[in-house]
């Protein structure tokens, strides 16, 4: 994986996308929900971008097929990076303390990825 490059972006050009309603899911298609988990699918073809969303449950997720994206973040902040098949990333973001942020595919090819929300509260163990 390629180390990701951070930078800034101008706010105000997605100001009223910030101020509008919270999109709690970005999924392509859900592919299981029960009251523990939901397991999402998000794809985006190159020069897609899924708008800024609000994530406030444990999730996890991994790069099913790789490529490039950006993502954006309220402060001002980007990341663009690459990311490889099997990438995952593990996250405990709350109500209080939401992840709240956009991703954009930047590459030339279709970027997917498999998301599994954990629906019940209490903490994860995590193995490498």
Do not use: K
Not at 2 to 29: H, K, M, N, Q
Not at 66 to 78: D, I
């Amino acid at each position: 994986m390629v180390e990701p490059l951070a930078g800034t972006f101008d706010v105000e050009a997605f100001s009223s996308e910030l101020r509008g309603e919270p999109d709690r899911t970005i999924a392509t298609r859900i592919l299981l929900e029960n009251d523990r988990v939901r397991i999402w699918e998000l794809r985006l073809e190159p020069g897609e971008r899924a708008p800024f969303h609000w994530h406030t449950t444990t999730y996890f997720f991994v790069c099913v097929d790789g490529g490039r994206a950006r993502s954006r973040f309220p402060n001002g902040h980007l990341i663009e990076m690459d990311y490889e098949v099997g990438f995952t990333w593990f996250t405990e973001p709350t109500e209080q303390q939401p992840e709240i942020h956009d991703l954009e595919n930047i590459g030339a090819t279709l970027l997917r990825f498999t998301t599994v929300e954990l629906l019940t509260p209490g903490r994860y163990t995590v193995h490498p």
